[in-house]
C-alpha cells in the first residue's frame, strides 16, 4: 500500500516502526502537491520549507519515542484559520498578503499534538458559498472530475484529502460547509457540537453558526484529529467547558439496538432519484448491522434554508464590518477623503457573494424590517430546535442524504444564487440548532460520489463517529481514490 492511502493509524504505525520517516513522509505529500495542485487549485499556500523543518523536530522526538499518536503526520489548514508567520486570506481579495500573528486555537492544538503543516487550502470567500467558486483565486476542482465543483465552503480540504494530496484537513461549518463538500468529493467529515471546539483566530463569518471540524478519508481518522482539536478555550466566550472523551477508543460501540431515524422531510421532492438510492441502501445496511430503523419528522426542518440566508447575513453583515481599509487588509489607492476610503476599499476587497451577503444582512438589521425577519427567522430557529429535541427523543441518531445530488459543473450554478443556496438544504438545519452532525460516502452515481448524512444529539461526536465507523467496517466508499490520483 502506498503511503498516501494509508490511514492515520497506519501511518501513525509506520513513523513509530521507522519504516518511514516524517521527513520522507512530508517530502511524499509535497512531492503529490507539486504533481496536482496546478489542476485542482485546492492549496492557495505550501508551506514547504516548514513542513520539513516540522518534520524534522517530529522525527527527533520519535527516536526518542516521545512522539503522540499525530506526531509526524502531515495535514493542511483551511485558510480561514490564523496562522502564526503564514498568509491566511480567506480567498479574499480583502485579506490577500495578511499575515497573522498569532495562530488560531485549532492550528495551535493540532501543532502542539505534533502534526506537520504542509499548507493552507483554498475556499470559498469568507466562506460564503456552496461550490468553493466564489474564491478570489479561482475555483476548487472536484478530483473525480475537474469539470465539476468539489462543494464549498471547505471545497480546498475536500479536494486535497480526497486526491489524497495530505491525509487530513481541517474544515469549517457555518450551513454545511464541511459535510456537503465531503459528500460531493466521497471523504469523511464531521461538524461537531457548536462550542466543542474552539473559534478562537477562526475568522468569523455568523459567529452563532460556525463551528471547526475535520476532514478526512475515514471516520476514524476524523476521530483521531477531533480529540486534540476539542476542548474549553478561555478565549473563546462561545467555548462548551466539558470533558472530550476518547474518540477513537469509542469507535468500538456496537450498532445494535441503536435507534436510527429517517427524516421523512429529506426524502421529499429535490431529492434526486439515484442519489436517493444510495442511501436507502446504506439505510439497509445498517438494518443488518442491527439497528432500528424508524420514520421521524421535523415538520419545520424545510424552514431551515430561508432561516439561514436571514440569520447567517445579518451576522455577516456585523462581522464583516472591521474590514475597512483602516486597520488591515486590502485598502484602495488614493482615497479622497475617509468615506471613499471605506466605500472603495469594501467595494473593490470583496467579491459579489460577500457583497450579496454583506447587502441582505445590513437590510434585516435595519429599523423598521429587524422585527420582520431577522426576529422572526431566531423564532424559526428556536421551533428547528425544539423539532430536533422531539425527534431525539425516540431515536438515537438521524440519517439522511447529504446532499440533493452529486457534485454540479463548474459555472452550472454561478449565477442563480437560490438554486445554489439549496444544495445546502439538508445541512443547514444541524447547524441552527447547533448540532453534531457528518458526512460519510455511501456510493456513486455516475462515478461521481454520493455522500450519507448523521446528525445526533448535542456532544454525541463519539457516537456519530461509531456509527459511521460501523457502516465504513462493512464497505469500502471511503477507501476508493479518484483514479488520477490513486
Known amino acids: 500500500m502506498t503511503l498516501h492511502t494509508r490511514s492515520l493509524a497506519a501511518l501513525a504505525l509506520g513513523l513509530t516502526a521507522r519504516e518511514f520517516s516524517s521527513v520522507e513522509l512530508t517530502q511524499h505529500f509535497l512531492d503529490r502537491i507539486a504533481a496536482s495542485n496546478g489542476a485542482l487549485n485546492a492549496f492557495l499556500t505550501v508551506t514547504a520549507e516548514r513542513a520539513l523543518s516540522d518534520a524534522k523536530r517530529a522525527d527527533a522526538l520519535l527516536a526518542k519515542n516521545q512522539g503522540g499518536a499525530l506526531t509526524g503526520i502531515p495535514i493542511a489548514h483551511k485558510d480561514i484559520f490564523c496562522t502564526d508567520g503564514i498568509q491566511t486570506t480567506c480567498a479574499s481579495k480583502m485579506l490577500k498578503g495578511f499575515v497573522a500573528p498569532y495562530d ?95 473559534r478562537y483566530g477562526m475568522i468569523a463569518f455568523a459567529s452563532s453558526l460556525d463551528q471547526a471540524g475535520i476532514m478526512a478519508a475515514s471516520a476514524e481518522d476524523c476521530a483521531a484529529l477531533l480529540a486534540p482539536m476539542a476542548g474549553f478555550d478561555a478565549r473563546d466566550s462561545t467555548s462548551v467547558e466539558r470533558a472530550v472523551p476518547d474518540y477513537v477508543a469509542g469507535l468500538q460501540q456496537s450498532l445494535k439496538g441503536l435507534k436510527i431515524g429517517i427524516l421523512k422531510e429529506f426524502f421529499a421532492e429535490g431529492l434526486e432519484a439515484h442519489t436517493g438510492a444510495r442511501v436507502q441502501a446504506a439505510i439497509e445496511e445498517y438494518r443488518r448491522l442491527g439497528a432500528e430503523i424508524v420514520e421521524v419528522s421535523c415538520p419545520n426542518l424545510p424552514l431551515s434554508v430561508p432561516t439561514y440566508y436571514v440569520v447567517a447575513p445579518a451576522e455577516a453583515s456585523s462581522n464583516l464590518s472591521r474590514f475597512d481599509g483602516v486597520r488591515f487588509g486590502y485598502r484602495c489607492e488614493n482615497p479622497r477623503d475617509l468615506l471613499d476610503l471605506y466605500k472603495r476599499s469594501r467595494g473593490e476587497g470583496f467579491g459579489s457573494e460577500v457583497k450579496r451577503r454583506i447587502m441582505t444582512g445590513t437590510y434585516v438589521l435595519s429599523a423598521g424590517y429587524y422585527d420582520a425577519y431577522y426576529l422572526k427567522a431566531q423564532k424559526v430557529r428556536s421551533l428547528i430546535t425544539d423539532d430536533f429535541k422531539r ?71 463519539s457516537q456519530l463517529l461509531a456509527v459511521a465507523h460501523g457502516y465504513q467496517q462493512v464497505t469500502d466508499f471511503h477507501s476508493r481514490v479518484p483514479a488520477a490520483y490513486a
Not at 168 to 189: C, E, F, K, N, V
Not at 396 to 420: C, E, S, Y
Open 391 to 461: 425527534a431525539f427523543s425516540q431515536v438515537d441518531v438521524l440519517l439522511g442524504p447529504t446532499a440533493p445530488g452529486p457534485a454540479f459543473a463548474i459555472g452550472d450554478k454561478v449565477d442563480d444564487p437560490v438554486t445554489m443556496y439549496l444544495n445546502d438544504i439538508y445541512t443547514i438545519g444541524a447547524n441552527l440548532a447547533g448540532l453534531p452532525a457528518m458526512s460519510i460516502p455511501c456510493g456513486f452515481v455516475n462515478e461521481l460520489p454520493v455522500g450519507l448524512q448523521l446528525i445526533g444529539p448535542h456532544f454525541s461526536e
Open 104 to 198: 488560531a486555537a485549532v492550528v495551535e492544538r493540532l501543532t502542539a499534538a505534533g502534526t506537520v503543516l504542509l499548507g493552507k487550502t483554498n475556499m470559498d470567500e469568507f466562506a460564503m458559498g456552496s461550490s468553493n467558486e466564489t474564491s478570489h483565486f479561482g475555483p476548487v476542482k472536484n478530483p473525480w472530475d475537474l469539470a465539476k465543483v468539489p462543494g464549498g465552503s471547505s471545497g480546498g480540504s475536500a479536494a486535497v484529502v480526497a486526491a489524497r494530496l495530505a491525509p487530513a484537513a481541517t474544515g469549517t461549518d457555518t450551513g454545511g460547509s464541511i459535510r456537503q463538500p465531503a459528500a460531493l468529493t466521497g471523504i469523511s467529515g464531521i461538524k461537531p457540537t457548536y462550542g466543542r471546539v474552539s
